[in-house]
């Protein structure tokens, strides 16, 4: 465990009894097994579970399924949870944004300009119309793409490069509706169903699609809809956001309409007199996992830590109540709370656990819900007993670069455009865009995206972060523009001219699907090729623990960006495993590669990115050049010039 924060807090006598994921894998004692770490297990009947070695007639299926089988309906079925855990929270945004139109919420439809393009995406008339009514139409109809049993393929399908498009139509992998492909997707991996490993894969691809351009998607742009589309703000990322003297509050989990109307609550003035009544400051909202990112993008509301920190977070004992949702929330947590004063709440009826409290978030009462959380954590206040907040110095982070910030940063408030990003792309200042994205996990060492991203920037490749690994570059003191120290010239230069860091946060996990949008309008905006397999730009997750980074790895490849994985249990069949990271080339543009060590990860990013530039004809060796008088009166038609002055 590297990070400084954790191990201060652990090295705590308040600590001492604590366990970690960390301790839990050394105690196991044992390596995992060989069958699953290979993908060669399969209990999809009862016949089994049977052991499946690759090549050994004796060793096949009970059914006679073969290796290549097996591990391409485990991935697919991995694929399937992830896609069903992103459908299930879009579908929960967009009920709470249709409830948001009737105006039975506290929020309200803030991005107009967003809801006018999004419903042209899905044929709504704006035409003098007000935006509850189109946020209405839009939203029943973004609901209707759930369950649709038509044969259409998905609306927002079309804002993908014309060139995907075709190819997705001709590998007929276009999805029609967001939960029936999931559903086909586990109907065809039952026992006796689909035996022929490439046609298994179109449906993850089909199912992994419905996810990125599908709910994801829907979820990203509806969030941003209601809670506004994120702009650069300053904030902060460490374990030592939590204060001594405030009800400390974490938000975990996903789903942002609880941790929004938890941030409102938070100020209200019956809560605060509330806290006062029991001798604290005030109320200390911080955010954990993807939670925390999007209430960080959105609001600039510090975020405590990431996947792997949550247990540390409770083990300071400063936390009056860790609210959770669904996913990435470790069991572990209700346990270590059984000696604390601190409440785990969970709030979704989906989603209890032992040891916890349930109190439901009830969206239609959603003010009431939030505060009568909040009043069990003010409540809790006195009862805290020894605690320890790590006094680092915590990491100052820019954040907020949706795809709408990045198009204005660099084409300039009143021209934004991808433009400038392609042209230093074309010349060479930058390299290419490497993406990091996903968990924490204790496989490798927690500084792998600060390995990764280091070596990105010193070589002259933007970095785009989400989920986890965002936090994590956050703590590494890599999202503030001073970042740009780190940066080869050419990178330096754009980044110190823009006033922006080398690597920027574009949100939770589900915000992946900001990636697709922006891979999309480097396209559209021209010298870069006509499809997303043409860019040069790769995604990398390296330390992926949830089967949701499976499904997003999957919508990657299938849209034509190539990823990287520190591994993948597919290897117990050599047929599968070359199909997923040679085969797919041929149809999709893209591959998955598996590489364990951080650096090498890099450096497999940079040589694919070098190829592409070839393939393009713009990899030849440019002379550094300096920014002249007109470059920079272009640029600082930016917002983000001079970041402190511009950054809200
Ligand atoms: Fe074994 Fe075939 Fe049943 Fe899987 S489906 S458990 S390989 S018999
Ligand atoms: S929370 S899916 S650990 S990124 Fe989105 Fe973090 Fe991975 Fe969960």
């Known amino acids: ?180 492909e999931v559903v086909e997707l586990m109907h065809r991996t039952h026992m006796g169903v689909d035996q022929q490993y490439e046609n298994i894969t179109n449906q993850a691809s089909r199912c992994a699609l419905s996810d990125g351009w599908g709910s994801s998607m829907l979820s990203t742009e509806l969030t941003d809809i209601m809670f506004g589309t994120p702009v650069p703000r300053r904030s902060v990322v460490d374990l030592g956001v939590l204060q001594k003297d405030q009800v400390n509050v974490a938000v975990h989990g996903h789903e942002p309409l609880l941790a929004e109307s938890l941030c409102i609550a938070a100020q209200d003035q019956e809560m605060l007199d509330l806290a006062k009544a029991q001798g604290a400051k005030g109320i200390n909202l911080v955010g954990v996992c993807c939670t925390g990112n999007e209430i960080l993008m959105r609001r600039g509301i510090p975020v405590a830590a990431g996947f792997i920190q949550q247990e540390i977070t409770i083990a300071t004992g400063a936390i009056e109540a860790m609210v959770v949702d669904v996913q990435c929330v470790m069991q572990s947590l209700g346990e270590m709370t059984r000696n604390l004063h601190t409440d785990i709440i969970t709030t979704n009826y989906r989603a209890k656990m032992p040891f916890a409290i349930h109190i439901p978030f009830d969206e239609h009462a959603a003010m009431a819900s939030a505060k009568e959380i909040l009043t069990k954590a003010i409540m809790n206040y006195k009862k805290r007993g020894k605690f320890y907040i790590p006094e680092e110095k915590k990491l100052d982070v820019v954040v907020g670069f949706s795809h709408e910030t990045i198009n204005r940063m660099l084409g300039g408030r009143f021209r934004a455009s991808y433009r400038p990003l392609n042209d230093n792309i074309i010349n060479g200042r930058i390299r290419g865009v490497g993406i990091i994205v996903g968990c924490d996990n204790f496989k490798l060492n927690d500084d792998a995206h600060e390995i990764i991203a280091k070596e990105l920037i010193k070589n002259n490749i933007l970095v785009l972060a989400t989920g986890c690994a965002a936090t994590a570059l956050g703590r590494a003191d890599l999202m503030n523009p001073e970042a740009a120290k780190y940066c080869g010239p050419g990178l330096a230069e754009v980044c110190e001219t823009v006033g922006m860091p080398p690597v920027l946060h574009m949100g939770s996990c589900v915000d992946n699907s900001r990636l697709l949008i922006a891979a999309t309008a480097m396209v559209n905006e021209g010298g870069l090729g006509d499809d997303i397999s043409d860019l040069p730009a790769v995604g990398t997750a390296p330390l992926w623990m949830s089967e949701k980074a499976v499904a997003i790895g999957q919508y990657f490849v299938a849209s034509g960006a190539q990823v990287i994985f520190q591994s993948l249990p597919t290897d117990g069949s050599k047929v599968f495993d070359k199909y997923l990271k040679e085969d797919m080339m041929e149809t999709y543009g893209a591959v998955w590669n598996v590489e364990a060590d951080p650096l090498k990860i890099a450096k497999s990013i940079i040589a694919k990115i070098e190829e592409k530039r070839e393939a393009l004809g713009i990899n030849k060796k440019q002379d550094r050049v300096l920014f002249d008088m007109e470059m920079r009166r272009d640029q600082e038609g930016g917002e983000l010039k001079g970041v402190g002055c511009s950054v809200t």
């Open 1 to 180: 465990m590297t990070c400084a924060s954790s191990k201060l807090v652990l090295a705590q006598d308040i600590a001492k009894d604590t366990k970690t994921a960390y301790d839990r894998v050394k105690a196991r004692g044992m390596a995992a097994c060989l069958f699953g770490q290979k993908g060669t297990c399969c209990k999809n009947c009862n016949m089994g579970p049977c052991q499946i070695i690759d090549g050994v007639e004796s060793m096949v299926g009970v059914c006679g399924a073969t290796a290549d089988t097996v591990t391409a309906r485990n991935f697919a079925r991995t694929v399937a949870a992830g896609s069903a855990a992103h459908g299930d929270h879009a579908r929960e945004m967009v009920k709470g944004f249709i409830e948001t139109a009737k105006g039975n919420t506290p929020h309200e439809i803030k991005d107009e300009v967003k809801l006018h393009s999004l419903a042209a995406v899905y044929g709504v008339d704006v035409e003098g119309r007000d935006k509850n009514d189109i946020a209405l139409e839009l939203g029943e109809k973004a609901l209707a793409d759930f369950g649709s049993q038509n044969d259409e393929p998905l609306a927002m399908l079309k804002r993908a490069p014309a060139e995907r498009q075709k190819i997705w139509k001709k590998l007929g992998v276009e999805p029609r509706g967001i939960d029936r």
